[in-house]
């Protein structure tokens, strides 16, 4: 479904399809999140794949129009090729983000994942097999003697983010 909808008349709707298998390969899926993710990653990949064809086409054609020019002579004019030359590039470097940005927010998702599937492994030997529980944790143990602070106020913000981390958004 998804390969007859990207790849355009010209393009191998196998190639795209195999490039989804590598993807669905490399990154295994947890959830919706993972799957949006990992579709953006694709979709940047294959249309960063389909910009780099059109710039190697295009500087080939400008090259030829103007013989004996160098590529920075072709790059530098004001022709109208030229602006569209450099317009892909930057759709080029728009990609590249995009799939950077996709994939820091899956390590960020599975490091997420793994740190809380940890905890619960690790709530869960406190509570049922403390003799198993990993050296220097401490169990979890929720008190019912003490109340719950209900004296904040509530938040209307996101927390700041932590110091050195950079907040990242996925949109």
Known sequence: ????????????????????????QTYPLHTVM???LIDSLIRADWHKQRLQRLEADLIRKLLDETPGATLIDVMLSDSPAAKLLARIQRQLTAHERAWFRAHREIVRLAASLAADQQDGIDRYLGFAAPQH???GSTPHVE??????????PERTQSPAPEAGKPPYFVG
Not at 143 to 150: G, K, T, Y
């Open 1 to 24: 479904v998804d390969a007859a909808s990207i790849a355009l008349p010209g393009e191998d709707p196998a190639a795209y399809q195999a490039l989804v298998d590598a993807y669905d």
């Open 133 to 135: 529980r990993p050296a």
């Open 34 to 36: 993972h799957r949006f």
């Open 143 to 152: 008190d019912p003697e003490e109340p719950e602070e209900s004296e904040s």
